[in-house]
């Protein structure tokens, strides 16, 4: 992948961040229109679950965001798609940069 901008870069390590602190299965960051920027992890409870992408959108429309610019995902696998129509409820074109444990981007879903 190419070099991130220095943004994007920021999301994709407080999103790795979140994810090591707490060994969660994913670990997610949001950047909104306003260039404030919210992490979040995966929560999985007996009795609620989401996803670390809603987790951080939640506490990004909690505060007040009302769009998103991009989202950044730290997952073992795809991002699923209840992910993807989250970040697309505030934002049609926002890119979701999706990497790996170790913070690299292996793919851009836009």
Partial sequence: MS???PEDEKIVI???SARARTQAAEGAAVRDTDGRTYAATTVALPSFQVTALQAAIAAAVSSGAEGL???????AGPVDDASVRAVRDLAAAAPIFRADFKGDVQEVLR
Avoid: C, I, M, Q
């Fill in 14 to 16: 407080l999103a790795r």
């Fill in 3 to 5: 070099e991130l901008a």
């Fill in 69 to 75: 610019e991009a989202a950044a995902v730290v997952t």
